[in-house]
């Protein structure tokens, strides 16, 4: 009786539906309703223009569309779901070799490997110390046989600072060595190097 009524009727909310043959009515009766809107060639109850394309695969080709190109409007390539995000190394900051202290005294020369009685270590300046000075001095200096310093001393190379360098001639002038054999007489002679370096 329902089947009947099928011509002429309309579906809630869809639209009207045009009449049917008996073939089509036929064909209706036995088809699945996603099939209903391509018989006789009518237009789809869908709004369709009657090519048998359905809303729901409609749907799902505009969806593959739309996030597959990567175009403006959609989903930016690397961006969307499942995308993996790139992990940034830290910045290491470089480590600064630790400064090694010079040695306070450094002898060449005949006088390397005499063995120092005396040794006297030359006052740093306050006045130095305040202007944050640190300097070298290089002097060449004699030892006689009996291990004293002569008098006669050669700034090699200065602190650029006179004072400085007479300090450290007179501490040199206070060092001892120890004598030489009975038998030898002779002088030596040797280069120091005093540095002056604020702790």
């Known amino acids: ?21 008996l073939r089509d009515k036929i064909i209706a009766r036995d088809a699945p309703v996603s099939q209903i809107g391509n ?23 505009d969806t593959g569309r739309r996030f597959d190109e990567g175009k403006a409007g959609g989903i930016s390539p690397g961006l969307g779901a499942g ?11 470089p480590i ?8 306070m005294f450094e002898i060449v020369g005949p006088l390397k ?8 270590v030359p006052e740093y300046p306050f006045w130095a110390q305040q202007q ?28 650029g600072y006179p004072k400085l360098d007479q300090v450290a001639i007179d501490a040199l002038m206070q060092w001892k060595w120890v004598p ?8 030596e002679v040797g280069q120091i190097t005093i540095n002056f370096q604020l702790e």
């Open 39 to 61: 018989v006789g060639g009518s237009q789809s109850r869908f709004g369709g223009s009657g090519s048998g394309e359905t809303a729901a695969a409609a749907g799902k080709k």
């Open 96 to 103: 600064k070799p630790v400064k090694k202290k010079k040695e």
């Open 113 to 120: 490997d005499r063995t120092v009685e005396k040794r006297v």
């Open 132 to 159: 944050g000075i640190s300097a070298t001095v290089v002097l060449e200096f004699t030892v006689d046989r009996d291990g004293k310093v002569k008098e006669k001393m050669t700034v090699v190379r200065t602190s």
């Open 1 to 21: 009786k329902d089947k009947g009524k099928l011509e002429g009727s309309a579906l809630p909310g869809v639209g009207d539906v045009p009449k049917l043959g």
């Open 83 to 93: 995308s993996k995000a790139t992990s940034v190394a830290p910045i290491v900051a």
């Open 180 to 187: 030489l054999e009975p038998d030898i007489y002779r002088d």
